[in-house]
Every structure is written in C-alpha cells, then in structure tokens.
C-alpha cells in the first residue's frame, strides 16, 4: 500500500488549503483514514480521521476550521483546510489502517507554512 500526498504549500494567515491524498494497493473494509501533523521540533499528532463508514474525528485545535472527505471509490482522501494559523505550519501525512490486519500506512508528507 502506497499514499501519495499533494497540496501543501505557502499561505498567509487566515488563508486556506486543501491536501489530497490518493492509496494505491489493496486495503481491505474497515479501514481509516486521516491525517497528521508534525510541528517544528514537536512529535506528530492526529489531526483528523475518517473511517469508511462516515465516522470523523477531529482533533480539538482543528474543529470547525478543517475539513476532511473522502471517495472509498477512488481511495482518495481530502483535508480541506480553512482559517489557518501560524501554529498548523508543518508537515502534514495522511495515513491509512486497515482495521482487519492493522496495517498502518503513511504518506510521504507535504509542507504547510502559514506566515503571520
């Protein structure tokens, strides 16, 4: 299983932006998908999570300003990033889990910078 990541970029304050990511390879049902972020000198977090059946979790700092979607069709998922701040600069991965065998996947990442 294979995630590729595009979107990210440079962005002022109060901008927004929107990631992609596509899966290649065979994951099976159930399964999440999501994204996580890793600030500069911090440990990677989740920011958001979305299973195949529709269920979402957001993390705290991001609630009402991202949003995620995705196609099960195509294997695609999509964060939609909205009202930015300086304190989401960092590199952003999406990740999917098959939940049957609990294989973890990553992304390669992508780079946000929001400038103040």
């Known amino acids: 299983v294979q995630l590729q990541a595009s979107g990210g970029g440079l962005v002022q304050a109060g901008g927004s932006l929107r990631l992609s990511c596509a899966v290649s390879?065979?994951?099976?049902?159930?399964?999440?998908m999501g994204w996580y972020h890793q600030a500069p000198g911090k440990e990677r977090e989740s920011v958001v999570l979305?299973?195949?059946?529709?269920?979402?979790a957001y993390g705290d700092s991001v609630k009402a300003r991202f949003t995620i979607s995705r196609d099960n069709a195509k294997r695609t998922v999509d964060l939609q990033m909205s009202s930015l701040k300086p304190e989401d600069t960092g590199v952003y991965y999406c990740?999917?889990?098959?939940?049957?065998?609990?294989?973890?996947?990553w992304g390669q990442g992508t780079q946000v910078t929001v400038s103040s």
């Open positions: 990740i999917a889990r098959d939940l049957k065998t609990t294989g973890l996947y």
């Open positions: 979305m299973f195949d059946d529709g269920t979402k």
């Open positions: 390879g065979n994951i099976s049902s159930p399964n999440v």
